[in-house]
């Protein structure tokens, strides 16, 4: 499986991004999609996840509201649309691809594969 991640890059705070995370390797409707960051100095936390069908999604509560998950599974591609983005926002985000097909959003769930990261930078 690989994880093309892309759409970082330098933004003024109060502006947004999209992040995409195209995938190939394996049946990618079948499995739940993370995004991941991790700020310099600081451990990787988790920002959200979507369900294999879309239906369901999860959110950190620093970034809800202000953040979106969405996939398309006909794409094989997951979405982070990052709305109103702040200061400490600025992260390396991953994208990730659960191992349990068809299984239910659960926050901690262990990620099978990781993209390479792109990184979003927010100026003040």
């Known amino acids: 499986v690989q994880l093309q991640a892309s759409g970082g890059g330098l933004v003024q705070a109060g502006g947004s991004l999209r992040l995409s995370c195209a995938a190939s390797?394996?049946?990618?409707?079948?499995?739940?999609m993370a995004w991941f960051r991790q700020a310099p100095g600081k451990e990787r936390e988790f920002i959200a996840a979507?369900?294999?069908?879309?239906?369901?999604?999860d959110y950190n509560d620093s970034v809800k509201g202000r953040f979106t998950i969405s996939r398309d599974n006909a794409k094989n591609t997951v979405y982070l649309q990052m709305n109103s983005l702040k200061p400490e926002d600025t992260a390396l985000y991953f994208c990730?691809?659960?191992?349990?097909?068809?299984?239910?959003?659960?926050?901690?769930?262990?990620?099978?594969?990781w993209g390479k990261g792109t990184l979003v930078t927010v100026s003040s």
């Open positions: 979507v369900s294999w069908s879309g239906r369901d999604t």
């Open positions: 390797g394996r049946i990618f409707s079948l499995y739940n």
């Open positions: 990730a691809q659960e191992g349990r097909p068809l299984s239910p959003v659960v926050r901690g769930a262990a990620m099978d594969y």
